[in-house]
């Protein structure tokens, strides 16, 4: 395991990359099919990490809290290296509720991990919905416990809470960039 944090590449107001990626509920999504939200939080995740798993929990619970607010993980890492962050496994977690998404998506080719400038797992990045389509309001933790095992100083995710609370209530996110942190993506 190779601890990663994660880097800006997105600025705050960048258009959110488009992408059309498969899902684990058998459906193909695109970037337009959460047009409807107001938010959208996109997590470079998968299913082998302890970091991600630590957090799978804390996007169910945003996931339920949310309605106007699309949470989507998306999957890069190499499957062939990593068998546990297979399609098939991704599959499982969905069917078996251990993830609760909007949507669980697959970037085999991992074009869209690197569109966005990921590098860790679990590396969220929340958009509000403008006038330009999604633009990146916030990158960065989603609480500050910084491990696996390590509890947050307040309840699970409350920074990315904080931050979409922002989103939705129409004004600026006023925290500053706070590195993710995880395994580093397993690249091909």
């Not at 546990?84 to 251990?98: H, I, K, N, P």
């Not at 929340?126 to 389509?133: P, T």
């Not at 416990?145 to 209530?169: C, K, N, T, W």
């Amino acid at each position: 395991m190779v601890l990663e944090e994660s880097t800006r590449e997105l600025e705050r107001g960048d258009t959110a990359p488009d992408f059309e990626l498969p899902g684990a509920d058998g459906e193909t999504h695109t970037l337009d099919d959460f047009d409807e939200y107001r938010a959208l939080l996109v997590v470079f995740t998968c299913n082998h990490c302890p970091y991600a798993q630590a957090k799978m929990e804390t996007l169910n619970e945003l996931t339920a809290l949310y309605d106007d607010v699309a949470v989507v993980g998306i999957n890069p890492n190499d499957a062939e290296e990593y068998p546990d962050d297979s399609f098939e496994r991704m599959q499982e977690l969905v069917a078996d509720g251990t993830v609760d998404y909007d949507a669980y998506l697959r970037d085999e080719s991992q074009d869209v991990a690197r569109a966005y400038g990921a590098v860790c797992t679990p590396d969220p990045f929340l958009f509000r919905n403008g006038d330009a389509g999604f633009e990146l309001a916030y990158h960065g933790r989603f609480d500050d416990a910084h491990g696996p095992d390590q509890r947050p100083s307040g309840e699970a995710g409350f920074e990315m809470a904080g931050a979409i609370e922002s989103v939705l209530g129409g004004v600026p996110v006023d925290q500053q960039f706070r590195p993710s942190r995880g395994c580093s993506i397993k690249w091909r």
